[in-house]
């Protein structure tokens, strides 16, 4: 993570820079979300913290592509997110990013497995060839074989997470991108989750944006955004 250190040689390929964004709802006056610089290279792992309102959510769509800024650009994997279509950028979060949704967003009529391997169409790939890795990191999950042909909305909440975390992680993409998926558990689960979600990161090489209101949650990160310090920039924690 580049946060005012000197300039080399060999410029650095990170996963996802961002330069002089800026961000305004129409019909708002002033910028709703304005970050200077954030940089992160492959394997770093970042801890966003806000209240409710404070633009965690505007900061993820951008981050993700959903959403473009009025000023300033983002980058992908070297790619320009803010100069692709929607059409590209739809496409490039299929096959680089991962995300785990508040809600799980898991298919309730669909099997775990089912469930793991649905990103596999979103990214043009074939899922038969990715049933071995889902397999895999589902049982790194806990999730035992037994447990695979079973439905979604079988599993208990702690369950259904990691299966949230093995659709994330399938496609081994370049960011990891998790939404306050904690907010519904006891601290024993809590961790227990973000144990198993780093370490499954770590392990498949993947760049880690965490954003969650919870400032327990800090302890696991090595670096951190609060959403009311913006200007300053990534700090260590």
């Not at 005012?4 to 820079?17: A, C, F, L, M, S």
């Not at 992160?40 to 966003?48: T, Y």
């Not at 961790?191 to 770590?202: K, P, Q, V, Y």
């Amino acid at each position: 993570m580049k946060v005012g250190q000197p300039v080399t040689d060999k410029p650095k390929k990170y996963v996802i820079e961002l330069k002089n964004l800026r961000f305004r709802w129409p019909g708002k006056q002033g910028w709703q979300l304005a970050l200077d610089n954030l940089q992160l290279e492959a394997g770093q792992h970042l801890f966003i913290r806000g209240a409710s309102g404070s633009g965690k959510t505007t900061l993820l769509n951008l981050l993700s592509g959903i959403t473009t800024p009025n000023e300033g650009g983002l980058w992908l994997q070297q790619t320009p997110m803010h100069k692709l279509s929607a059409a590209k950028r739809d496409t490039l979060r299929a096959q680089q990013i991962g995300v785990v949704f508040q809600q799980l967003n898991l298919i309730p009529y669909l099997s775990v497995l089912d469930n793991v391997l649905l990103v596999a169409g979103f990214a043009n790939q074939s899922a038969g060839e990715l049933t071995e890795r889902a397999i895999m990191l589902l049982q790194h999950l806990g999730l035992n074989d037994e447990l695979h042909h079973q439905k979604a909305t079988e599993l208990s909440v702690g369950q259904q997470q990691r299966v949230a975390i093995a659709r994330a992680l399938l496609l081994r993409p370049a960011l990891l991108i998790a939404d306050e998926p904690t907010s519904a558990l006891d601290a024993d689960n809590r961790d227990a989750f973000m144990r198993l979600m780093l370490a499954e990161a770590t392990e498949s090489g993947t760049t880690v944006i965490f954003v969650s209101h919870d400032q327990a949650l800090q302890s696991f990160f090595n670096w951190h955004l609060p959403m009311d310090q913006l200007e300053q920039g990534v700090q260590p924690c």
